[in-house]
């Protein structure tokens, strides 16, 4: 089983260098999916309110037979919840439907900047790391400008932000703005799903000179940019594939050539911060 090295986090905790998204995987199947990466070695299972899964995660992470402490469990408030008192309640519904006593990072999943309230879910999980039942706190989909707002508010920077980052939108500023403020970029999409660029020269390229497969170049790509991708898989074989990427390196010029596939929007949806509403 592969050993994952891991990061320092901001707040003193450490967190696994690559992670299992868990969208959309549900029902059996998906508790199963769930499983069999956890015992792959996936350390860092990541979840959503919206994702509609915590009962499998947390039916898996018991099913697993790994220890609770070994993992680290994240999940994040919807829009619908960021009013204080509200995200207070999602938290606590987040961890009843996981059956676990706390998260080990929670995440505010969209800004919601038209809603206006994404302040007030922050003072809530300062408060939830206050009283015990989130470890770690942090963001996800925040710009340089949502950072700026909360941090000013609370004093507190979050630990993580989790952004849409791959190949065709490798998020350039915001890596910086991260590594200046002190928080881990985590990328969701890290393939970049149905546009991934497995059969792109400089991929296939990186490919064939390390004996490793198209995938794994991406997701090492990730790695050595200090990006904390969340790869997502059901088939077995594949999940425990993403997750050997830490015996080979790309050199400056493969880094470049996977780097220079960036597009100058190359999101998948169009899901700008700025104006992206997701409840």
Do not use: C
Not at 4 to 15: E, F, K, Q, S
Not at 200 to 225: K, T
């Amino acid at each position: 089983m592969a050993r994952i090295p891991t990061y320092d986090l901001n707040d003193g905790t450490t967190i696994p260098a690559i992670g299992f998204g868990t969208y959309p995987l549900r029902g059996d199947d998906g508790t199963e999916a769930i499983r069999t990466a956890i015992e792959a070695g996936y350390r860092l299972v990541d979840t959503a309110v919206n994702y509609e899964n915590e009962r499998e995660v947390g039916e898996a992470i018991r099913r697993s037979g790994v220890p609770r402490d070994e993992l680290v469990v994240a999940s994040k408030i919807p829009g619908r919840h960021h009013a204080y008192d509200d995200a207070i309640a999602s938290v606590r519904e987040s961890l009843d439907r996981l059956r676990l006593e706390r998260t080990d990072l929670h995440l505010i999943h969209w800004p919601n900047p038209s809603q206006g309230r994404f302040v007030e879910a922050w003072r809530a999980l300062v408060q939830l790391q206050k009283d015990g039942l989130v470890r770690s706190i942090g963001v996800s989909n925040f710009t340089e400008e949502h950072l700026e707002r909360i941090i000013d508010d609370t004093g507190v920077t979050p630990a993580v932000n989790q952004v849409e980052l791959h190949p065709r939108f490798p998020q350039d500023h915001m890596r910086a703005v991260h590594a200046r403020l002190g928080i881990r970029t985590e990328a969701w999409s890290p393939m970049g799903k149905r546009r991934a660029p497995l059969e792109e020269d400089a991929v296939r390229a990186a490919a064939d000179a390390h004996g490793v497969s198209p995938g794994q170049v991406i997701l090492r790509w990730h790695v050595q940019l200090g990006s904390l991708p969340i790869p997502k898989s059901a088939d077995p074989a594949r999940q425990a594939q993403n997750l050997d990427v830490f015996g080979f390196e790309l050199t400056d010029d493969e880094m470049a050539a996977v780097s220079g596939l960036a597009e100058d929007d190359g999101r998948l949806f169009g899901g700008d911060p700025d104006t992206h509403e997701e409840m």
